[in-house]
């Protein structure tokens, strides 16, 4: 029987930006993909010829989601171009900012979206389906309700360490633009706290210490089946239904991961790194396979043969990139504006997942290992990874000192080249700059969904969500709820697209209001 | 308190209504009970923003709630009206705050919500003329305003 190829409208309104995905199906199973970004960003150009610190500003709205992530990568490459050496606290600071957004996106991305498709009619006829409507039906789930009422408080942290909300450019070279006095810090204490206790009560069904004992998918089997509100916990419950759905089963994936490595220690932290060596907390790394490699990131190749924009064949390291649309002559053809950036030549997948495995955390190495990499152990590894990153947080609050330094003046931005690689929400987030004369002649970012939504590279080999999709059994074409599942297991993040108040009737693609 | 909150996005030209009256509104120095907020693309994480004061201001770029181009107001309901219920997504916006605000803050008095908008071209005039009436408009509510439309539209028909 021939392919015949669908072009499904799933919906992935539920997703930053335009995307747009392509499936052939054959006997009711998925046997190619296609993943397109619909938008031109064209952000590297609005930054060039700009004043180098330019990128503080601008980048921070390349998304409406991750401003401190692109303002954390933005400063670490201004560091490095400066020489700047970042004194402790502000690192503290920095990474509390960070892992803040990190930890608000986790639960946000769960109740607010991934899990918002258990609610879909095709699975009305689940004996958990009422539950599932009970907690996540929009607007009006209970813990739709309660997420958005937590993750808005704690993300305040980041509002008092930077001084301004939202859009806050606090991160400079050499620190923080200003410097958080006890209060501040005992503000921050309090909400990480009363995170971290609905986190527990809600989400865990346990204290983390408890969960801490979790190390393997033995020790999960039977934490879920210790009492009853391990089962009734979010995470209990998603154990339960995500098998009875069969996420076990779906979204496999590229079985490449990696790891830019986030959080650098300050030197008189009493933390040490996950998975024990390198001196950040998240360590870098490149997961082929079941083999650990060392990260260099001088193996990074952007490829355009299949994205809008001008030919090059072999791609291209973003410290020389090319940023050159070409929407024109090869329709049919290319079919993405994201680019597909690769690893030693390789698709690679990026976010919790990868971050945990290339950590070597136990649990989530043990899980991967007897039931693959799927949507289920995906979200899973998003879920709970709040549950490492919460005492962290504590931690790092406590060690720092309203009294001490926060900033240490760089040398002048004049010339030079830099990069600020760490890890973000969705996975490994990129920004490479170049300065001339104190003006910027290159920048180029590799976000994690463009490692993750990739198009084809200049060998034909497809992206990593794209090759997820492929084995995906669709039941109804109509309503392809298991694409859905497979897809927004990554928390797929494109670039904010048009958005205005509208009433519905001008513009019939943008129906949506924005902020 | 008042407060003025612009959103958009200034590195897309038919978004950026909302920061250009920013622009506008820091230069000229508004009165002082009225907050200025740079919202630009902060989605959801405006909501604390609404769960005190007297009366809060969106400017935003606007499609589809005039006939007419130039400056539009419209209230809460009118914007709920016109807005798809969607559920959250990255790109989820001034609807979806407003339909959560009430059950993130559901023993508060909430503060009134208006929306200023730019149907059509957000020319210099126009930027000028929407950062004026946000300013009014925060200070003594939509009524005037609506009034005074009113009246020069029977005049000019």
Known sequence: ?515 | MKRIICIGNRLFAPDATGPLVYDILTESGPPAEVEIVDGGLAGLDLLPLLGNGDRVVFVDAAWGLADEPGVVVVDEARLLAASDPAPYGHGAGLPFLLRMRRQIFPDAALPEVLLVGIEGEADPGALREAAAVAVRVASFGAAPWWQEQASMAKEGG
């Open chain 1, 1 to 515: 029987m021939m392919a015949h190829r669908t072009i499904l409208n799933i919906p992935m309104n539920r997703v930053e930006g335009d995307l747009e995905i392509s499936v052939a199906i054959e006997d009711a199973t998925v046997v190619d993909a296609w993943s397109s970004g619909l938008m031109y960003r064209g952000i590297e150009n609005i930054l060039r010829n700009r004043d180098a610190m330019d990128g503080l500003v601008i980048t921070p709205r390349v998304c409406g989601i991750c401003t401190t992530s692109h303002l954390t990568a933005a400063a670490m490459a201004l560091d490095a171009v400066s020489g700047a050496a970042v004194p402790d606290n502000a690192i503290r600071m920095r990474n509390l900012a960070l892992l803040t957004e990190q930890v608000q996106s986790d639960v946000r991305h769960a109740f607010l979206m991934f899990h918002v498709d258990f609610t879909n009619p095709a699975h009305a006829q689940a004996e958990w389906y009422a539950e599932a409507m009970h907690r996540y039906q929009p607007f009006k789930g209970k813990c739709v309700i309660e997420t958005v009422r937590e993750t808005g408080k704690l993300v305040e942290v980041i509002a008092i360490i930077g001084g301004q909300w939202p859009h806050s450019s606090f991160m400079v070279p050499g620190g923080l633009a200003s410097a958080p006095s006890a209060g501040d810090l005992l503000q921050c204490e309090m909400l990480v706290r009363q995170f971290r206790g609905w986190y527990e009560k809600r989400i865990l069904g346990c204290t983390i210490e408890r969960w801490q004992q979790v190390q393997s998918l033995a020790d999960l089997d039977a934490w879920l089946e210790e009492n009853d509100r391990h089962r009734q916990s979010e995470v209990g419950f998603f154990l339960r239904i995500g098998r009875a759905v069969g996420l076990d089963r779906l979204g496999a994936g590229v079985k490449n991961f990696l790891s830019y490595g986030a959080f650098p220690l300050p030197g008189d932290t009493t933390l040490t790194p996950l998975g024990g060596h390198g001196d950040r907390l998240v360590p870098a790394g490149f997961l082929q396979g079941t083999t650990l490699l060392g990260f260099d990131q001088t193996e990074i190749r952007e490829q355009v043969k299949y994205s809008w924009y001008e030919d090059d064949p072999g791609g291209r390291h973003p410290d020389n990139g090319l940023t050159r649309p070409y929407a024109t002559g090869a329709e049919g053809f290319k079919y993405s504006w994201a680019k597909a950036p690769r690893y030693r030549g390789l698709p690679a997948e990026t976010g919790p997942l990868a971050e945990r495995l290339v950590a070597r955390d136990p649990l989530i190495t043990d899980l991967v290992g007897r039931l693959g990499a799927t949507a289920l152990t995906r979200q899973f590894a998003r879920l709970t990874r709040p549950a490492t990153m919460l005492p962290v947080m504590e931690q790092w609050l406590a060690e720092t000192d309203p009294n001490g330094l926060y900033y240490r003046h760089p040398a002048e931005l004049v010339a030079g080249e830099g990069y600020g690689l760490t890890q973000v929400p969705r996975g490994a987030l990129g920004h490479w700059l170049r300065i001339e004369e104190g003006r910027i002649v290159n920048y180029q970012i590799i976000t994690p969904t463009a490692w993750n939504g990739s198009p084809r590279d200049d060998h034909d080999v497809r992206g990593p969500w794209e090759e997820a999709l492929v084995g995906t059994s669709v039941k109804d074409p109509a309503n392809p709820v298991e694409l859905g599942h497979v897809v927004r297991s990554f928390d797929p993040c494109l670039v904010c697209t048009v958005h205005a108040a509208t009433g519905g009737n001008r513009n019939p693609r943008n129906t949506r209001f924005k902020v």
